[in-house]
């Protein structure tokens, strides 16, 4: 019997336009093999995960364990910053956008859709400068009611109240996906306190949804901000930069690595 690995790579192979006598010198399987797996997933990705996702229970919130909130509420604020969901012939993928500089990051996200989804497998696709992290389920719309044609800071993104309660248990995982997708930790060049430089967190953001999504959390962790906008395209940017604040933000992993 052959892996879901082996599998997923005769069907991306596939797709890519390999004839089946290429896929099976490429990946050292029976020509037949190859046959038969394409034939029974009509030679898509998707289908396989479909097959994977039919045997999973998680379809909703009601179905997650602490730590799989835990988990979501981290992956919800990276969704909304780098990630976007795709609607494919019979499941949905959710791929997520991540620079290659932040492996811990990578690795993070990684993991929290392995513990949302533990039945259905991670892809990683390696592109010159970023790293695509991604998965089917047709439950990934339940999850992630956003989901939408267009840009975001062009449709409704506001939190549901399900996601609301969720992230008021875990709001620090919550801000840390904000920041780990549109936020930056620098250090800021400052003449007025003797020509020193300070540490300060930066959020920018398009979206009024997701910009009030960050000054909810903001607010409900207590972390004071300021806020100014790009006149030219209305980009909000948000401005943490008080001490106390930039601090307790490092200790509950707000930094990227």
């Known amino acids: 019997m052959r892996t879901y690995e082996e599998k997923k790579k005769i ?42 996702d039919s045997k999973s229970t998680c379809w909703g919130f009601e179905s997650l ?54 039945q259905n497998k991670v892809g990683m696709v390696y592109y010159s400068g970023h790293v695509e992290v991604n998965f089917y389920s047709k439950g990934i719309i339940r999850l992630f009611p956003q989901y939408g044609l267009g840009k975001k800071h062009e449709r409704d993104v506001s939190l549901s109240e399900e996601q609301r309660e969720i992230v008021k248990k875990y709001p620090w ?6 920041l780990h997708s549109d936020g930056s930790r620098d250090e800021n060049y400052s003449s007025k306190y003797k020509k ?39 980009i909000r940017i948000f401005s943490i930069a008080k001490k106390e604040f930039v601090k307790k933000i490092d200790k509950n992993g707000g930094k990227k690595y």
């Open 11 to 52: 069907l991306e192979l596939h797709e890519e336009g390999f004839n089946k006598s290429q896929i099976s010198k490429l990946t050292a399987i029976p020509r037949g093999t190859v046959r038969d797996i394409i034939k029974r997933y009509n030679g898509y990705v998707s289908q396989l995960a479909e097959e994977v």
């Open 65 to 118: 364990r602490s730590y799989q909130l835990k988990s979501y509420s981290y992956l919800l604020g990276m969704y909304l910053g780098d990630g976007y969901i795709v609607k494919e012939p019979r499941t949905y993928k959710l791929r997520v956008f991540l620079d290659k500089k932040y492996p811990l990051v990578i690795e993070k996200v990684k993991s929290s859709m392995n513990d949302i989804f533990p």
């Open 173 to 178: 995982d919550f801000l840390n996906g904000l």
């Open 196 to 234: 020193k430089t300070y540490a300060r967190y930066l959020f920018t953001n398009k979206s009024q949804d997701i910009c009030e999504s960050f000054r909810f959390i903001c607010n409900l962790l207590e972390i004071e901000f300021k806020e100014h906008s790009k006149r030219k395209d209305d």
